[in-house]
């Protein structure tokens, strides 16, 4: 290796050499990881049961519903993990045949892109366990699936860690492109989950997703909130019916191990695979399969797309060969010195963090929902009609509370949410992203995050209720109440990790008339403004100087990323009109970073995709979201063509596409029944882009044509 950089040698040939020079047998004894708990391994026959559909098929997959439990309240291991990755897939993807599910994607569509008439069922063995640092606080959930086709003189592996605040089986989508290649998939719950503890009843989820009381789970519980019996009894007493989750509430910040954790995934599966194909030396396996004849292609979406890109900076043992990522959450240094044109224009405010630009979209997104500018985008009516309508006037009484604040000048609701829409355009969104407010703020996304990540961040305890907010169940008007004991059971399968979800709502504390839902809430002017005060601290978490807010800001510093790829094949694809994850706080100036840290050794190439945003499964709702179908294009389709480009280029030498802006064509027609997409409408990655697609990417600048 010459500056850090591996020499192109096909798998294949590597393997061959290997066993010209002995088979391995001087290779080191295969030894199980010292952080690697009890391994539950576990066959399927892709028949009944599989790796990618557990035995649902493409069919099964695009029902709405999976098949329903025995038993609603003690669902058993193997039907928690059947609507896992039911739930998961579909949370990722738009399960539309218009949309193109079962044409350019899906179980059915094969390694080649080919459609065929099977149910694309993938057969193999799935190990599952707990990487832990032997106190059982930890517990990252890791797993390792190896198709029945994998090759072991072809050996390859791609990493699925989940997104966003997910289970193990979050990464799922992104693990297809890999089962059908014949790659093994190394998958990680990165510390997050979507199964809680559940505090009034002292119950916690296991590694299965299986509950039971967590004296009886022990170090064994994937989450346990870590109160002693007398906390829990007066939390308990003081709020009752709450819920604690992993990301928010594990005290470990886990973001800063998100690129650990991915590398731990990766490690566990050349353990299993060399316990599988290693050269036998008596009774013992050998490390036989390693990076030096392994291909290794980090991979994933959103949070776990930024975990692979940090898994490859901190990849000191060379066990990563290249990345392929789709619209990543990466954290940039405090002054990156980079900058980022659009169309010849400087874009002023870029490389914020996610929590910062995202409690800055948590004040005033709900206000900017509501610009008439941007009155026909999909679902503004009905945020209106929920939110803004006389009987509960939630988002202009934002907006009237911003400008009490001194946030907004304007006078009339209408101004103030243009205003709103303005700071937003301000703060680095692209003006694609305007229409997408809308449903964002409708479906709480914004405080979700902001709430979660606070937390985790700050690594506050469930018992700080930071800014007055929790997790619980509510009813219909928004009052706390117990939640549903079925709704619990399954929460492992249905849940995202970051509430409101499986019907465990966002709580206001502080509420002036008592705790409630978050939007439901009353601040203490008397005004129900969407709790205008927990948006307001969160924020200054971010950008105060008081001792909670210098506590955020110190967990802020421990995931920023440094933008050494270590001279790794690299694609990054990115939806250029992404609200959640904007382009210029994210992705371009990643790019620009990693070429003014690696220069002429930088690998890494930037696809912006038009028409593109961040949720693909909100264009599959045409009856709930109409706009989304005819405005907006799969993004998940050119996560595929990045990993076909690197692996590729890994294998054979063939040389990665350029930086780019795709030219996607939207579907168009009538919102919510847009013709269904073709190949024209997602046109494949230029191998040399025309000059006015071309993204010019030099040390600490990036240019991007409009």
């Not at 329903?68 to 003690?74: D, E, I, K, S, V």
């Not at 994933?300 to 000191?316: C, K, L, R």
């Amino acid at each position: 290796m010459k500056n850090g950089i591996r020499p192109f040698v096909p798998a294949a040939l590597a393997v061959a050499v290997l066993a010209a020079c002995g088979g391995g047998d001087d290779a080191p004894v295969n030894t199980r990881p010292a952080w690697l708990g009890n391994v539950k391994t576990t066959s399927y026959d892709g028949v009944a049961d599989d790796l990618l559909t557990a035995g649902l098929g493409k069919t099964g997959l695009a029902a709405p519903l999976p098949p329903a439990y025995a038993n609603p309240l003690q669902p058993t291991a193997t039907e928690l993990r059947r609507t896992a990755i039911h739930t998961n897939y579909r949370a990722m993807l738009d399960m539309t045949a218009a949309g193109g599910y079962g044409s350019l994607y899906g179980p059915n569509v094969d390694a080649q892109g080919n459609i065929t008439a099977g149910e694309g069922k993938v057969a193999g063995t799935e190990y599952l366990a707990f990487a832990d640092d032997g106190s059982g606080r930890q517990n990252v959930t890791l797993m390792v699936q190896v198709p029945a086709s994998f090759d072991p003189k072809k050996p390859c592996v791609i990493t699925a860690t989940a997104s966003g605040s997910r289970g193990v089986y979050g990464g799922i989508s992104t693990g297809e492109w890999g089962l059908k290649k014949g790659c093994a998939v190394a998958y990680s719950d990165k510390g997050t989950g979507g199964a809680p503890h559940d505090l009034a009843n002292d119950t916690v989820p296991l590694i299965d997703g299986t509950r039971t009381t967590a004296a009886a789970a022990g170090t064994n519980a994937a989450f346990n909130a870590g109160l002693s019996a007398a906390e829990l009894a007066a939390f308990n007493t003081a709020t009752p019916h709450r819920f604690a989750f992993k990301h928010a509430h594990s005290g470990q910040n886990p973001e800063k191990d998100w690129g650990k954790t991915t590398l731990q995934a990766v490690e566990f599966a050349y353990y299993v695979l060399n316990e599988r194909f290693g050269t036998l030396d008596g009774s013992q396996r050998r490390q036989t399969l390693t990076p030096a004849n392994t291909i290794v292609i980090a991979s994933s979406i959103s949070n776990g797309g930024g975990a692979a890109i940090a898994a490859a900076e901190q990849d000191t043992q060379g066990l990563i060969s290249g990345v392929a990522v789709s619209e990543p959450a990466v954290e940039l240094p405090v002054n990156p010195g980079v900058t980022v044109q659009r169309g010849g224009t400087p874009v002023a405010v870029t490389g914020k963090t996610l929590i910062d630009f995202t409690t800055h979209a948590n004040l005033y997104q709900a206000c900017a929902a509501l610009a008439p500018s941007i009155s026909t985008s999909p679902y503004a009516a009905g945020f209106a009609a929920g939110f803004a309508s006389a009987a509960l006037p939630l988002a202009p009484n934002r907006c009237a509370s911003l400008k009490t604040a001194g946030l907004l000048t304007a006078s009339t609701t209408a101004e103030q949410a243009e205003e709103s829409l303005q700071k937003l355009r301000d703060y680095g969104w692209e003006p694609e992203s305007n229409d997408l407010h809308a449903s964002l703020a409708a479906f709480e996304v914004a405080p979700a995050v902001a709430v979660t990540f606070a937390n985790a961040l700050s690594r506050s305890s469930v018992r700080d209720a930071l800014c007055g907010f929790s997790y619980a169940g509510a009813t219909a008007a928004g009052a706390v109440a117990p939640l549903a004991p079925a709704a619990l059971a399954g929460m492992f399968a249905t849940g995202n990790g970051v509430p409101p979800s499986g019907g465990i709502q966002l709580i206001n504390n502080n509420g002036k008339l008592g705790a409630a839902r978050d939007f439901f809430s009353m601040s203490s002017n008397g005004a129900f403004d969407w709790n205008t005060e927990g948006a307001l601290c969160l924020r200054n978490l971010v950008t105060g100087s008081d001792a909670a807010a210098k506590k955020l800001q110190a967990g802020v510093d421990e995931t920023r990323r440094n933008g050494n790829l270590r001279g790794k094949p690299a694609i990054i694809v990115h939806g250029r009109a992404d609200a959640l994850l904007p382009v210029s706080h994210t992705s371009r100036p990643y790019a620009a970073l990693n070429k003014k840290v690696e220069g002429d050794a930088s690998k890494l190439r930037y696809m912006e995709v038009a028409h593109a945003q961040h949720f693909d499964s909100f264009i599959g709702l045409p009856t709930v979201l109409p706009g989304y179908d005819t405005r907006y294009v799969p993004l998940h389709v050119y996560l595929n063509h990045a990993l076909d480009a690197v692996y590729d280029h890994l294998t054979t030498g063939k040389a990665l596409p350029a930086s780019q802006v795709v030219r996607t064509l939207p579907r168009g027609g009538t919102p919510g029944a847009a013709p269904a997409i073709t190949p024209v409408n997602v046109p494949p990655l230029a191998a040399t882009p025309a000059a006015g697609n071309a993204i010019a990417i030099t040390a600490g600048a990036i240019a991007i044509p409009d």
